[in-house]
């Protein structure tokens, strides 16, 4: 298995706090995603990063931010929690953008109250 | 951007039988169409990839096949075995509007029954 961890792995929260979800990978590996995963929805693109500092939008974007200060590590940042975006969150990884695997961690599951 | 649909959203099969996953997409410049496995409390897994150069694509019991004309590929597992049961994703790297991102279908619950 790829090495991606992601953490916390399950988290409750109240509206309108501040939600961030780590996620870590050991495969030295150049492009790193954020998705959700929703009924009905399958897995929507967050945001994606394409190096260190390098970040861009997905088609969910919206109340969502990330960072990428170190190639191993991305977060996502929920300013403000709003129940809508209680989901499970996967992240993943890739060596190459476009024509090649992506690997995916093990996800996070965010409940907002 | 692209949109891909898929179907069936649920799909039961006995034991043996073959089970086939359907998927449309939008983008005629999408060059690249992976298919993913989800066991449940897991992260999706590749399981067969196909690229637009390529009408088929075989490895042991799973099958990709690409009409471009079309612009849908499908899934086919063969023998099915009750360790197949799991959500099936399928998805296409679009290139216009911006693209070179992956864009997946809605998933596809397989259950395989003794």
């Known amino acids: 298995d790829a090495g991606i961890t992601q953490s916390p792995r399950h988290k409750v929260t109240e509206t309108g706090t501040p939600v961030t979800l780590r996620c870590h990978q050991t495969?030295?590996?150049?492009?790193m995603y954020w998705y959700r995963q929703d009924p009905g929805h399958g897995l929507r693109l967050i945001h994606y990063s394409y190096g260190v500092k390098d970040t861009d939008k997905g088609e969910v974007s919206d109340g969502y931010s990330v960072s990428r200060s170190k190639t191993e590590d991305f977060l996502l940042t929920l300013e403000s929690a709003t129940s809508s975006q209680t989901s499970v969150y996967f992240c993943a990884i890739s060596e190459f953008m476009g024509l090649r695997e992506q690997f995916f961690g093990p996800g996070t599951r965010l409940t907002v109250l | 951007g692209e949109n891909v649909e898929q179907h069936p959203s649920t799909l039961s099969v006995q034991e043996g039988d073959s089970a086939v996953i359907k998927c449309t997409y939008s983008d005629s410049a999408s060059n690249y169409f992976p298919w993913y496995k989800q066991e449940l409390g897991k992260g999706p897994q590749l399981i067969i990839d196909?690229?637009?150069?390529?009408g088929e694509k075989k490895d042991q019991r799973i099958a990709v096949t690409l009409n471009k004309t079309a612009k849908h590929f499908s899934l086919h597992i063969t023998e099915t075995q009750p360790e197949d049961s799991a959500v099936y994703f399928c998805?296409?790297?679009?290139?216009?509007?911006?693209?070179?991102?992956?864009?997946f279908g809605t998933g596809t619950q397989l259950k395989v029954e003794l």
């Open positions: 998805a296409a790297r679009g290139l216009t509007g911006g693209g070179n991102k992956l864009t």
């Open positions: 495969e030295n590996h150049r492009y």
């Open positions: 196909i690229r637009s150069n390529v």
